[in-house]
Every structure is written in structure tokens, then in C-alpha cells.
């Protein structure tokens, strides 16, 4: 074994200052970028808040805004809009309506056409709202509501039926459970 050391050269130590320099140059970079993105959040702490007191305060919405709920609408003499032709159904993307159409009778006239929906359900599990279920309405049977609320406590009451969709929905801020935060 021999006793020797390692030494160092000059030329060792300047290099090793380098590297010294360029950890601290790192070193500030690291501390230069966190402190921009702390900006952001400093910047947000000053700012005005947005958030709502829903539901004791319900925003108004725009007068043209249909986000809502679906209605099936009726003609000025009763008769149901909606003729079964399943349109609807066909141009929903989500599979979330179904629709069975039936022939109307003399004795039974439910349409103004020829036939009428005998089943109409929508599932709003599934439903993403995006509205081509009334674009492709021939008759203008189907529309958006300004209602978004909706709530349900079951699977099964998450599909509304003919008879559901027919009435129109209640008022914003009357819908079951709302008082619970007033």
C-alpha cells in the first residue's frame, strides 16, 4: 500500500469552482421560478371573489340561455307537438333518449300527425345537454329549459317520462331540497 495523497492541480481547483458557480446559478433559477409562480397565487389573494351564495341568491340568466331541462311542448288547441318520428333519438350522441312511436286513431287522436310518441323517456344520467336532440325536432317539439336544477336521489328518478317532460318545470329555486339552504 502506498501513502500517497491525491493532490490537487490548479487547474482542478478553478474547475471545481466552476461548478460551484454554476450549482449556485441552479440554485437561483429554482428560486427565481418558484417565486413566478407564487406570483400567480399572490396575485389571485388580492382579487375580488366570484363565488355565488346559491341557492339564496340565484343568478339570473341570460334571457336566451337553454341549459336546463327538456320540455315536449303542445300545440295552442292541446295537441302533443311531437310526432314519433324518433329524430331525437337518433341524433342524441349519448344514447339518453328513447322514444316509441304509435299511429294515432279517430277515436284516440293524441298528435297533430299521423302518429305520435306513445313512449318518450330521457335519461338525464346520461344526458350531456348539448342540444342536438332539438336541432334534429322537426315539429319544435323538444326544447331546453332554462331549469338546470336537478337532482335526484335514485337512478329511477333520473329517467322522466312523457307525462314529466310535458309539465313544465318549476321556477328556479323551488325545486326539492333548495330550502334546505336558504
Not at 471545481?16 to 389573494?45: C, E, H, M, P, Y
Not at 318520428?85 to 337518433?90: I, M, N, Q, S
Not at 348539448?130 to 315539429?139: F, I, S
Request: proline share 7%.
Amino acid at each position: 500500500m502506498s501513502d500517497r495523497r491525491p493532490t490537487t492541480a490548479p487547474s482542478d481547483r478553478t474547475g471545481r469552482a466552476t461548478t460551484d458557480a454554476g450549482l449556485a446559478w441552479a440554485v437561483l433559477r429554482g428560486v427565481a421560478k418558484a417565486v413566478r409562480g407564487f406570483s400567480v397565487t399572490f396575485r389571485q389573494i388580492f382579487r375580488k371573489d366570484v363565488t355565488t351564495q346559491y341557492p339564496k341568491e340565484i343568478a339570473d340568466l341570460p334571457p336566451r340561455a337553454h341549459i336546463g331541462r327538456h320540455l315536449l311542448n303542445r300545440h295552442e288547441n292541446g295537441l302533443e307537438k311531437c310526432i314519433g318520428c324518433e329524430l331525437c333519438a337518433w341524433a342524441c350522441p349519448a344514447d339518453a333518449i328513447y322514444v316509441q312511436g304509435a299511429d294515432n286513431t279517430p277515436a284516440n287522436r293524441v298528435s297533430a300527425g299521423e302518429r305520435h310518441a306513445s313512449v318518450y323517456q330521457i335519461n338525464y344520467l346520461r344526458c350531456i345537454m348539448c342540444g342536438l336532440c332539438v336541432e334534429a325536432c322537426p315539429t319544435r317539439a323538444l326544447t331546453l329549459t332554462s331549469n338546470y336544477e336537478m337532482a335526484f336521489e335514485t337512478r329511477e328518478e333520473a329517467i322522466l317520462e312523457k307525462w314529466q317532460l310535458l309539465e313544465p318545470p318549476p321556477p328556479l329555486g323551488t325545486a326539492p331540497g333548495t330550502e334546505e339552504g336558504k
